[in-house]
């Protein structure tokens, strides 16, 4: 059984570019949901995909978007980076909506200089 | 507005004794709780969890206590190891999502 892989691990863009970061969520999982982590504070959720459906989002703007694909990977898009965005940004996989523990990856740490 | 807040930033403790990490959350909608331990350079690893129908739930070492009436959950881990240091976050979420809502953390240094 693998676990939840994200790629690439660190990557650093400047402010205006865009970004695709990329998860594949552990085996048998079929919910990703994809957390932002700043410095000194705790993961904050961005959103979640279920069966390739948005399914919540936190207080992100529009210009964080994501995909899901029919195995069950996941992309975190953002748009327009701006230096606050500079993070470690964590993907969470679990078994089924409702409840239970989330997994995470080792997350991707971005810098926006 | 910080729904699940842990107000100690750090703790010290002696290998060999009992660490309390403390957490606190506001929202009374919160139906299931769990606490991560991360270390450097790696993502939060889950360790327990707690549903709001208990007010305890232990495996091996660690133990998470729920007072529902304060909104006050904590871990105790018995005993501590040096391995045991690393930061830890309480997070809490409602059954109907997967949403987790996570505490700012506490750096937990277990010393010989």
Known sequence: ????????????????????????????????SWYQQALGQGPQFIFQYYREEENGRGNFPPRFSGLQFPNYSSELNVNALELDDSALYLCASSPLTGGGEAFFGQGTRLTVV | DQQVKQNSPSLSVQEGRISILNCD??????????????????????????SSIKDKNE??????????????????????????????????????????????????????
Not at chain 2, 37 to 50: D, H, M, Q, R, V
Not at chain 2, 77 to 94: E, K, L, R, T, W
Request: with cysteine; net charge positive.
């Open chain 1, 1 to 32: 059984e693998t676990g939840v892989t994200q790629s690439p691990t660190h990557l650093i863009k400047t402010r205006g570019q865009q970004v695709t970061l990329r998860c594949s969520s552990q085996s048998g999982h079929n919910t990703v």
């Open chain 2, 25 to 50: 959350y506001t929202n009374s909608m919160f139906d299931y709780f769990l606490w991560y331990k991360k270390y450097p350079a790696e993502g939060p690893t889950f360790l327990i969890s707690i």
């Open chain 2, 59 to 112: 495996d091996g070492r660690f133990t998470v206590f729920l007072n529902k009436s304060a909104k006050h959950l904590s871990l105790h881990i018995v005993p501590s190891q040096p391995g045991d240091s690393a930061v830890y976050f309480c997070a809490a979420s409602n059954y109907n999502t997967d949403k987790l809502i996570f505490g700012t953390g506490t750096r937990l240094q277990v010393f010989p």
